[in-house]
């Protein structure tokens, strides 16, 4: 029993560390190929441990396979989802925008976009951990895939022009309907309000720091307007230029953040070094 165990926890470890952790992070192209080899030299030493040389040999290949399919074809479908999101945020970027998300406005294609993007990362998986062969879930596999990469991609381009700004001259909408624009002086209220959030994960409590700017518009028939940010430096800088034309061309109302809320920042604002920014966003 405890061989087994042992076994079956060698071979998660073996997969993991197949694994490119590394992508949550930026490194350089040699960095990045340094250290798919080491990957490769500690997967391979426990490919010996865990066979025997008779069967490593006819196992090798299919045990290369998932190492390549989560080193090199993980991340290039990634790093090939981020770059389209990248081109639609730059696609409705201009040099008046404060701010702009480009997430999909629609509750129901959001969650169709999310299904088929995973879906499809599944596929792509399995196809290059099992190879192509004629079998009956291969086919099934393959119409599977094909199903979700047209869903993905029509599901993108019907969503390409679905987005919301902040600019200097106000609020923008846009979605296959049409733009809806909203001048500051077509807001009653501009509210900027943090608050912490508990996430629990695997009996794991985190604490977060979140803040929004909240736009009210004068037309009671239409609803408020907000945008949320999370605690990291692009954020901070994002939300101080936002603060400062809010406040030069609305009425905005600020709500600093509680001293049980400041002292979970403590180590997150020494850490990133943006302690006199952030209190100076609450001022």
Not at 165 to 186: D, F, M, P, Q
Request: charged share 20%; proline share 3%.
């Amino acid at each position: 029993m405890f061989k087994h165990i042992t076994k079956q926890l060698l071979l998660a470890f073996l997969i993991l560390s197949a694994f490119p952790f590394e992508i949550l992070r930026s490194f350089s192209l040699l960095a990045y190929i340094g250290i798919i080899v080491l990957r490769f030299l500690i997967y391979t030493g426990f490919c010996h441990l865990y066979w025997s040389k008779k069967k490593l040999k006819a196992l090798y290949w299919y045990r290369l396979r998932i190492f390549l399919c989560g080193t090199i074809i993980v991340p290039l479908y990634l790093k090939g989802v981020a770059a389209l999101f990248y081109l639609k945020d730059q696609k409705h970027t201009s040099s008046s925008t404060l701010y702009v998300d480009t997430s999909i406005q629609d509750a129901f294609l959001s969650s169709v976009f999310d299904y088929s993007f995973l879906l499809l990362l599944v596929c792509f998986c399995y196809f290059t951990i099992q190879g192509i062969k004629k079998k009956g879930m291969h086919y099934f596999i393959g119409t599977l895939t094909l199903l979700s990469l047209t869903t993905f991609s029509v599901t993108y381009l019907y969503t390409i022009n679905d987005y919301r700004a902040i600019t200097k001259n106000g609020l923008v909408r846009s979605n296959n309907e049409g733009i809806k624009k909203t001048n500051w002086n077509e807001m009653s209220m501009i509210t900027l309000k943090g608050k912490l959030i508990e996430e629990t994960f695997y009996r794991q409590t985190s604490q977060t720091f979140h803040w929004s700017f909240t736009f009210y518009p004068k037309n009671k028939k239409d609803s408020p307007t907000q945008y949320t940010f999370s605690y990291d430096p692009t954020s901070i800088q994002r939300s101080l230029t936002i603060k400062k034309y809010a406040e030069k061309y609305g009425d905005l109302w600020i709500q600093p953040p509680t001293t049980h809320e400041l002292s979970t920042l403590e180590l997150p604002m020494k850490n990133l070094g943006s302690e006199q920014e952030f209190h100076e966003l609450f001022k």
